[in-house]
């Protein structure tokens, strides 16, 4: 047995069932290793590509995705789909090939020093330096990916150590224990709420990770306090729940602004600062705040909490759910919010104007897919509109980049979607900006099998970069470009390709297209005109108490 066939065992310990990746002749000895395992390994046409599908398939499974490359420009394309994983909290394992140590010290052909390199958007990363630290090494990558906060890890394998022979067993994985909160900090929670008069449950990502849906609903409907949830909280209470406000998190004002601005105490529960931050909603830092959550909070001057509930998310809800008295209380402000929140949603529902307003298209979609199927949404104006209208009756149903917020996720995140769930629906929503840049993995979708549907929300530029010039510049430079014919393209390279024509096809033809056994690519043009509109219905938003 050599280093590299000793590191595939330990991979198959940790339960490693795909491997997204490219072969190269640093990894050799690594991809030769594979080929008796267990792991199937998947060839991508990116290291990008490789990296977002190992990020996404982390963070639907809270198991770590691994992705795999050579060294120098392999390495280098991964890091941004790396850092997405770290930024959004999604356990990843980053392996690279590297020039044998004998060349290190010199200068030598496409090395770089990938460790120094990767540190910056790693949890940790470390270099297999000698055969015998393996098993230590892989058991401490997946431990420190997986743990609260989960994230991204780098193992770095010099071609000549991969090549050794190797001596040693994975290491036992060993049982984590639930931490608790204190029953102090459990009181003192409770305290707050049963003497608040408007509170608010602000939930994110972290409860999704904790599995703490079920709680969470149960305190809220208990309680009777409004939840309302970041980009990547969707799905955490039933979006059709009387007490769900849905999301927030756009930068400008919207009804829910109104919530926070009349809240006397707001519950963070799984909140995560870097999705959005509360100087947008807490500028002052005068809300009073409640922190419930796995790990303390991070320090932020409009985040400074009254108490922390740190412990078992789930375990937390339900002991300050019963020491918390609202009895004779009113109901919250938020509340009286719901009303305008799903007229505003349902006004779109019957319009057939073309091109499709982007309100309309998200509508449609949420009428087809079914309560477990599960939208990757990219990067761009789309995902401003589909973080306030496509709302999710499941936690991991709708999957919103929004730590790093890196372009090019949505394919390679329907691919690992579809491999994590075979039986459910799954949708990419892309622009076409978003598309291009990683529309190449449509091949790697095709060969792989995972038959799935891309929606190219069709405005031939960078319409969220437009949209924030005009807002505040007043006009737009260097955003537009030109576009090849996406139903072409599509059927290029094999797969089916639909073109929206009138808003009254989108329906039937997304009903088609999810019944190929081939991916399908949807193009349709759409009205971002709604853009400046909607900027402007937020800066007369008032507030009526």
């Known amino acids: 047995m050599n280093t590299a066939q000793l590191l595939v065992r330990c991979l198959e310990n940790e339960g490693v069932r795909y491997i997204f990746g490219l072969p190269g002749e640093e990894n050799i000895h690594v991809l030769e290793a594979l080929r008796d395992s267990s792991i199937q390994f998947i060839t991508t046409r990116h290291e990008q590509g490789a990296a977002f599908m190992a990020d996404v398939y982390g963070r639907l499974t809270g198991q770590a995705g691994v992705c795999l490359s050579t060294l120098g420009p392999g ?30 010290h010199i200068e030598s052909h496409q090395y770089l020093d990938l460790v120094a390199m990767f540190a910056p958007v790693t949890k940790w990363n470390a270099q297999i330096v000698r055969p015998s630290i393996t098993p230590e090494l892989v058991r401490r990558a997946f431990k420190r990916a997986q743990s609260e906060k989960p994230g991204a890890v780098h193992i770095d394998v010099p071609e000549n150590i991969a090549a050794m022979p190797a001596l040693g067993e994975p290491l036992s994985k060993g049982n984590l224990e639930k931490t608790y909160a204190s029953f102090n900090s459990i009181e003192q929670a409770a305290e707050l709420i049963s003497q608040a008069t408007n509170p608010l449950i602000l939930v994110g990502n972290g409860a999704i990770r904790a599995n703490a849906s079920e709680a969470l609903t149960e305190f809220a409907t208990q309680l009777n306090i409004p939840v309302v949830n970041t980009f990547m909280g969707k799905g955490m209470i039933p979006y059709t729940h009387p007490l769900a406000l849905w999301a927030v998190g756009l930068q400008l004002r919207d009804y829910i602004s109104c919530g926070f601005d009349n809240t006397d105490l707001v519950i963070a529960i799984g909140y995560d ?90 509508y449609d979609l949420r009428q087809v897919m079914g309560p477990e199927d599960i939208v990757i949404c990219d990067v761009g104006a789309h995902k401003m509109w589909m973080a306030r209208h ?39 929503v892309t622009g076409d900006g978003g598309f291009m840049m990683n529309c190449q993995e449509l091949e790697t979708a095709l060969r792989v099998g995972t038959a799935f549907v891309t929606i190219i929300f069709n405005d031939g530029g960078y319409g969220l970069i437009e949209w924030k010039q005009h807002n505040q510049l007043g006009h737009s430079d260097f955003v537009k470009f030109g576009n090849p014919d996406f139903v072409k393209f599509a059927e290029s390279m094999g797969l089916k390709g639909y073109r929206i024509e009138s808003t009254a096809e ?7 297209a999810l019944a190929q056994s081939v991916p399908s690519v949807i193009d349709c043009r759409v009205d971002y005109r709604e853009n400046l509109r909607f900027t402007q219905k937020a800066g007369e938003l008032t507030c009526t108490i």
């Open 75 to 104: 390495a280098t394309n991964l890091m941004t789909g790396v850092a997405d994983a770290n930024l959004d909290g999604a356990p990843l394992v980053a392996i690279t090939g590297q020039v044998g140590t004998d060349r290190m």
């Open 273 to 362: 600062l870097i999705e959005y931050s509360p100087k947008k909603w807490n500028r002052e830092g005068k809300i009073p705040i409640i922190h419930i959550g796995a790990i303390h909070a991070e320090v932020d001057s409009s985040y400074i909490p009254k108490v922390e509930v740190v412990g078992d998310i789930s375990d937390s809800l339900r002991e300050v759910m019963g020491r918390a008295n609202r009895q004779g209380k009113a109901e919250p402000y938020a509340l009286e919010l719901r009303e305008e929140i799903r007229a505003d949603y349902e006004q779109y529902a019957n319009d057939d104007s073309f091109p499709i307003k982007p309100q309309k298209l998200i």
């Open 390 to 428: 496509y709302h999710c009756e499941r936690p991991n149903t709708c999957l919103i980049s929004n730590g790093f917020a890196a372009m090019g996720i949505a394919i390679p995140g329907a691919i690992a979607a579809k491999l994590v769930a075979p039986q459910q629906q799954v949708v990419a």
């Open 506 to 512: 989108f329906i039937p033809t997304l009903k088609e």
